[in-house]
């Protein structure tokens, strides 16, 4: 295994751990402002991926498409929110997993109805395709790099949002005390649709991202989302910061271990099964992972205990 | 000293750079009413994790019933016959008041593994558990959803439970809290009576009831016990009256 | 006879006559869906012993549901092959016989629950909910990828297990062992409910502090009632996989928990024929709405969201009105 | 899509009410019951075989005919509870519709046990071809090994000796890469196991760039397919790729897009075989759905078409006479005349093909012919 192949394998890890901050940063703000679990986040994902093709298919620009994802996948997130989701804030957990539940099923099937059951196209645009050379003689993908940038400027845009402006002040409020910020005269319930269609939005800017290299289609989202979760509860609901550094863990864990463990049992057995067992033990690796974090820090990383 | 039933000798407990417990040696002897009386932030609450099973002390021990229980958490010192009472009640709303008291009872005379034995209809529970209840005058609400009861109510409750437990040491904090005048003079008559059959910890902010009560005061101020004696000594004590009585006239 | 109790046998009665319709009216599929929702009732119940008495949102029992269904569906393979399943250190044959596939199928969920419970239960919340999906999911990608029992292609057993005395192959008598079944562990809960062991349970879901003053350990409650439940939906998962004649890794899929609390949500939570209300109208949408649409979902959807937000309490609660404390 | 869809159902109900009127009225009637994926992920699979077996159906205008169609959300014990409900309900003498192996394996064996005929119009897992074949259950597409193979065979002709091979690990995974090195001659540059599912691929595509290997073998069924192509396409590597009909059929060809261009691809169907009942086919399924058929949606029609033709020659309660009539394959295949052999898996040419553009949509042409006549390698195990 040489040097080089490690290095983007990590940048890899990488790639997949900021696009996975993007999806977790939604969650665990939505979690710690309204205490709330939103199951049909992987939902928003698949709305602003979906918008995203159907945007660069009808106006060819890929720019355009983003901005459709995060136009639609807010919006979609400022309806549910109306409409079901502020119902759920003083409910227990119990009926918020319930809730959200049925509204993936009818997201999922809605859109099946919408665009039918066959995936859509959504391509890298020409100017980010093919691969860059960097230091070492390291080929990597032009557009993978891109997301790479793109998530980490929007975890630092996330950052000063919530420490630097008065919406980021009143988030913070609405995460210690909700009263209190109720009696600040703050138009909570305005607050609370206003960080739900951010979270949604930037879900769909990742689903969008993502549907470029993947494949855009119904039920895209449920893995990611089981992925995001994994994430923010290995981070410490509620945390930005530990979103990141969970993201960031993930991602890597992930790619390496999908990497490496089959070498790893190639050493002590033969090629075919080192492969199967080593890929099995690979997949469930990260579920390990947040099992272990939970045993030794039952709140996460960076979790209020 | 056979007669010692509670003691914390020398306990400290720091947060950060806030001392809250400072060098704490108190007890507590058979038959009496030890009141510990302090101003907000006193460290009361504090102490009372110490001393009940919770939070572990930095330096210093707890001993109950001669034997060192500073490391034991709270579960293992109830069943040694440590019962508590809490500030703010804290109850199974959703049960009637008679399956509360049934709680205790089980927790005190049996054990919560059977499956298959209906609690409710288990004569040696019921008998422990009426008897706490007609003690603090609940008898005829033991229908009635715990969530329904008055805050009154509520507190008489927390002692019932208590009760069932037949502890050898009481520690309530702040048993009078939010109760009318006529509440409080009976439950500081039911505690009167009660200091014979265990001694009691009584951390009390209702001061009349503590004046007529205490055998023994002791004020805690800034995680420090500043005096300790009985109610006559510390309404002399020139550091108490500077230090507390100021904010609160006798 | 109170009106839930009422409503109660209703139901009881309901899912047994339907059933005994069906077989005089010569329609054995009607007695195939009563089966099946006997059986996702029964995972519903050992579910709501956890969730509604103990208050433990677990969204991980398709574990259990899947040990259940692979320790049927590996017993019976061994038995079909009669290749033996060890025979170090001592010898085990495979089996067909149902009594000894649900004890196998209970011991090893009650034994696996004890592992992941008392590692999760260290846990509480939102934490609780995600460690449990994250062990079921775990087992799932190591169900897909273990090759030696089919992997993603789940298992086929060609012929349901035997019961002493029955033809289980005939749908009327299965559906017999499967609606005993459910009757007993039925009346076990209800007494489990009243015991001293359910009393302390439902007090530690609602104070902790209370259930610690009085010298019991929430803990240790809980993690009993997690491995009773547990047990229950490994036997609901066994018959399952004797219903289906069949067994894949998707009894362990994260949709799998999923629903199984979909059904005691749409029953009532805590109600003790809540899951069975839960299944059978679950199980009745999915089969007079599937002919009509392919989208059937989203009317399930909506539906569940309809009872969510505005019948709580579920179908129990709606009909028989708010719960009343039983003594 | 909604109102074409909802045609679709209203065309089949009539259809199925038409049966429901003349059933019963004399012998010779068959009652056909599809159970495939019409829900969730993989849908579109489910959607191409319904539509081309229905095409057929209609064409054929056979009153004799009955069809009932269920929807399995590519759920093993759904499909399991379906054929239960198709055989003790609307007692079936055929059932048809799976796509997926699994599925297949948890229905097939039950079925035939129950004295039911079952055609698969795709899965064909190894057990059904080999020991576990059966007088009952005919397999209309292919064993599932035989399109990998032709691949192998083709990386030979092709002058390929060190191959990457890439495919999910799960049992056809395995099975996809023991079938391409089955007849592939050459080395391997490396064998990777992905998750189910898996959507990136960036890890596999680094291995890929550092093995050496002269050519890349994948098997990565629907989306995991669309995604790998399409990483594969930004990263810059530009080593050849051989893939199985599946990830370059017509349903997601067009989610793919250019990333496939070029990429040889092994299927024993493709829209420009030169017969004349693949040409009304190809015509007449773009006019129905206003798309163009897939390999699912060809395979789909045979089925319809051989059950039709064997209708003629006899009646289905004569189980013996109607399973020699189904084993002639006596009608006009879409992919050209072929046989089935001992185990009741067809013998028949896979094509090479390649991907190629048509105006604004792309497609494939047939490039060469991978294998003549093959059959399956597991016959031999087969006692029929």
């Known amino acids: ?305 | ?250 | 006879m109170s009106r839930e109790t009422s409503l109660n046998s209703v139901i009881g009665l309901g899912l047994l006559l339907v059933p005994l319709w069906a077989y005089w009216a010569d329609e054995p599929f009607i007695i195939t869906l009563s089966t099946k929702v006997a059986i996702l009732a029964l995972a519903g119940v050992g579910l709501n012993i956890a969730l509604g008495l103990g208050g433990l949102v677990s969204f991980g029992h398709a574990a259990f549901f899947g040990i259940g269904g692979y320790a049927m569906g590996i017993l019976a393979a061994h038995a079909q092959t009669y290749v033996p399943l060890m025979e170090w250190p001592f010898l085990i044959d495979g089996t067909k016989s149902m009594p000894i596939i649900w004890l196998v199928a209970m011991v090893v969920s009650a034994l696996v629950a004890v592992l992941i419970g008392a590692l999760s239960l260290r846990t509480s919340g939102v934490y609780f909910i995600m460690i449990t999906l994250a062990f079921a999911q775990m087992l799932y990608y190591f169900a897909i990828s273990w090759p030696a029992y089919g992997g993603e292609d789940g298992l086929s057993i060609y012929l349901r297990n035997s019961f002493p005395g029955l033809n289980t192959l005939v749908p009327i008598q299965f559906f017999g062992i499967c609606y005993a079944l459910l009757m007993i562990v039925i009346a076990f809960s209800a007494r489990l409910a009243r015991s001293p062991f359910g009393l302390a349970l439902a007090a530690a879901r609602q104070n902790e502090e209370r259930v610690e003053t009085v010298g019991m350990r929430p803990y240790n409650l809980r993690l009993a009632a997690f491995v009773i439940s547990a047990a229950i939906t490994g036997l609901a998962g066994a018959l399952y996989a004797d219903l289906n004649r069949f067994v894949s890794p998707t009894m362990f899929s994260w949709h799998m928990s999923g629903e199984i609390m979909v059904f005691i949500i749409l029953g009532g939570v805590a109600r003790l024929y809540g899951p069975v209300a839960g299944a059978a109208l679950y199980i009745m949408l999915e089969h007079f709405l599937g002919p009509i649409s392919e989208y059937w979902q989203i009317y399930l959807g909506a539906l569940l969201l309809l009872v969510v937000l505005f019948a709580r309490g579920g179908l129990i609660g709606t009909l028989a009105g708010r719960e009343v404390a039983h003594d | ?384």
């Open chain 2, 1 to 250: 000293m056979t007669d010692l039933v509670l003691e914390t000798k020398g306990i400290s407990k720091s947060f950060g750079a806030l001392k809250a417990s400072n060098n704490i040696s108190l007890d507590l002897r058979v038959g009496e009413i030890h009141a510990l009386i302090g101003p907000n932030g006193a460290g009361k609450s504090t102490l009372i994790k110490q001393i009940a099973g919770g939070l572990t002390p930095d330096s210093g021990s707890v001993h109950f019933l001669g034997e060192d229980v500073t490391t034991l958490d709270r579960v293992a010192r109830a069943r040694k016959g440590l019962g508590r009472t809490f500030q703010i009640s804290s109850l199974a709303m959703d049960f009637t008041v008679l399956q509360n008291v049934v709680l205790g009872a089980q927790g005190a005379k049996g054990s919560p593994w059977h499956f298959f034995r209906n609690a409710m209809k288990d004569k040696r529970l019921l008998d422990i558990a009426w008897n706490a209840l007609e003690r603090v005058g609940l008898q005829d609400q033991a229908k009635v959803r715990t969530a329904d009861l008055s805050h009154g109510q509520r507190r008489q409750l927390e002692v019932a439970v208590a009760l069932t437990l037949s502890p050898k040491a009481f520690l309530m904090d702040e048993p009078m809290a939010g109760m009318g005048a006529a509440g409080s003079a009976q439950l500081t008559t039911f505690l009167e009576n009660l200091r014979t059959e265990a001694p009691i910890l009584l951390v009390e902010h209702d001061m009349d009831a503590v004046f007529a009560l205490a055998d023994r005061i002791s004020v805690l101020v800034y995680g420090e016990i500043i005096a300790s004696g009985t109610a006559d000594e510390i309404r002399r004590d020139p550091q108490v009256q500077k230090a507390y009585l100021g904010e609160e006239s006798l």
């Open chain 1, 1 to 305: 295994m040489s040097l080089v192949l490690l290095i983007e394998q990590v940048l890899n890890g990488l790639q997949s751990g900021v696009m996975l901050f993007l999806m977790a940063a939604g969650l665990t703000l939505v979690f710690g402002v309204m205490g709330l679990i939103n199951l049909a986040h992987g939902s928003l994902y698949m709305v602003g991926a979906f918008a995203a093709a159907a945007t660069a298919a009808a106006t060819g620009s890929f720019l355009l498409a983003l901005i459709a994802s995060l136009a639609a996948a807010a919006a979609a997130g400022a309806v549910i929110e109306l409409a079901v989701i502020r119902r759920l804030y003083n409910r227990d957990h119990l009926d918020q997993v319930l809730a959200t539940f049925a509204l993936i099923l009818i997201f999922s099937e809605g859109t099946r109805w919408l665009f039918g059951s066959f995936p859509l196209f959504l391509d890298v645009p020409s100017y980010l395709s093919g691969a860059v050379t960097l230091p070492f003689g390291i080929q990597y993908p032009l557009y993978r790099l891109t997301i790479i940038g793109v998530g980490l400027a929007v975890a630092v845009a996330l950052f000063l949002l919530v420490s630097r402006t008065r919406l980021g002040i009143r988030i913070r409020a609405g995460e210690s005390d909700r009263e209190m910020i109720a009696a600040l005269g703050v138009d909570i319930s305005r607050l609370y649709t206003v960080v739900f269609a951010l979270g949604a939005a930037l879900a769909g800017l990742a689903g969008a991202m993502v549907g470029a290299i993947q494949s855009v289609q119904v039920g895209m989202g449920e893995p990611v989302l089981i992925l995001a979760f994994v994430v923010i509860v290995i981070g410490g609901i509620g945390s930005i910061k530990g979103a990141l550094v969970g993201s960031l863990l993930v991602g890597l864990t992930d790619t390496l271990g999908g990497f490496l463990l089959p070498q790893a049992f190639g050493l002590f057995m033969d090629a075919s099964s080192a492969t199967s067992i080593g890929s099995a033990l690979a997949s469930m690796l990260i579920y390990i992972l947040m099992a272990g974090v939970l045993i030794f820090r039952p709140s996460g990383l960076f979790g209020r205990a």
């Open chain 4, 1 to 384: 899509m909604f109102l074409k869809n909802l045609g679709m159902a209203v065309s089949a109900l009539a259809l199925i009410a038409g049966g429901v009127t003349s059933a019963a009225a004399d012998n010779g009637n068959v009652k056909v019951g599809m159970i495939t994926t019409l829900s969730g992920g993989g849908a579109g699979l489910g959607i191409d075989v319904r539509d081309g077996f229905m095409l057929a159906v209609n064409q054929a205008g056979n009153e004799m005919l009955e069809v009932v169609i269920e929807d399995d959300q590519r759920k093993p014990e759904v499909a399991v509870q379906l054929a239960d409900k198709m055989i003790q309900s609307e007692k079936v003498d055929i059932l048809t519709g799976i796509i997926w192996s699994n599925l297949a394996m948890a229905v097939v064996p039950a079925t035939t046990a129950q004295g039911k005929f079952y055609l698969s119009p795709n899965a064909g897992p190894s057990p059904l071809a080999g020991k576990g074949c059966h007088p009952n259950y005919f397999n209309v597409a292919w064993q599932n090994d035989n399109l990998h193979e032709a691949a192998g065979a083709y990386a030979n002709d092709a002058g390929f000796g060190k191959t990457f091979m890439l495919a999910p690990n799960y049992p056809a995974g395995k099975d996809a890469l023991t079938g391409y090195k089955r007849l592939y001659k050459g080395d391997a540059a490396g064998e990777v196991y992905t998750k189910l599912g898996q959507t990136d691929y960036a890890a596999e595509i680094a291995q890929i760039r550092a093995s050496g290997a002269d050519s890349v073998y994948f098997f990565l069924p629907g989306g995991m397919g669309i995604s790998f192509l399409k990483q594969y396409a930004g990263s810059g590597v530009d080593i050849p790729v051989i893939g199985p009909a599946f990830s370059f059929d017509q349903g997601i060809l067009q989610a793919v897009g250019a990333a496939a261009l070029g990429v040889k691809n092994t299927s024993q169907w493709n829209k420009d075989i030169d017969n004349e009942a693949n040409a009304a086919f190809v015509a007449s399924f773009q006019e129905a759905y206003g798309r163009l058929p897939s390999l699912y949606a060809s395979q789909g029609f045979d089925t319809a078409n051989l059950i039709l033709s064997a209708m003629d020659k006899a009646d289905v309660k004569d189980a013996d006479a109607f399973r020699a009539a189904l084993n002639e394959a006596d009608f006009d295949s879409v992919r050209g005349d072929f046989s089935f052999g001992n185990n009741q898996h067809p013998i028949q040419n896979i094509y090479v093909r390649e991907v190629i553009k048509e105006g604004d949509v792309y497609t494939n042409k047939i490039i060469a012919t991978g294998l003549e006549n093959h059959a399956d390698a597991y016959a031999a195990d087969c006692k029929l």
